[in-house]
Nanobody, 126 residues
Framework: QVQLVESGGGLVQAGGSLRLSCAAS????????MGWFRQAPGKEREFVAAISWSGESTSTANSVKGRFTISRDNAKNTVFLQMNSLNPEDTAVYYC???????????????????WGQGTQVTVSS
């Protein structure tokens, strides 16, 4: 089992940047693929980005491609989401998630993730 704690959210102006972190407990962190999802008020939780257990494979939603980058440091049991060129449509609660399994591509489907953090709020002002 793994526990996830997100940090790094906050209020930022449009065009600004934030870096989210997700710290994981447990010694098997490197076995999990990791993902970031977000949920805006009144909307479904949606996929943002994911990374394989090794960090060699990543997947990014079209809506954030070229602006957001996911990475991980297995030695520190941490996954990151670098968010640049933020706009008000990026306002949401951002969740970190972890999953186990072998897939041809890193999963973007939330049902394939087994563990979730509590989320961190990101607010982008215009």
């Amino acid at each position: 089992q793994v526990q996830l704690v997100e940090s790094g959210g906050g209020l930022v102006q449009a065009g600004g940047s934030l870096r989210l972190s997700c710290a994981a407990s447990g010694r098997t962190f490197s076995s999990y693929y990791m993902g970031w999802f977000r949920q805006a008020p009144g909307k479904e939780r949606e996929f943002v980005a994911a990374i394989s257990w090794s960090g060699e494979s990543t997947s990014t939603a079209n809506s954030v491609k070229g602006r957001f980058t996911i990475s991980r440091d297995n030695a520190k049991n941490t996954v990151f989401l670098q968010m640049n060129s933020l706009n008000p449509e990026d306002t949401a609660v951002y969740y970190c998630a972890a999953g186990l399994g072998h897939y041809n591509t890193v999963p973007s489907t939330r049902q394939l993730y087994d563990y979730w953090g509590q989320g961190t709020q990101v607010t982008v002002s215009s």
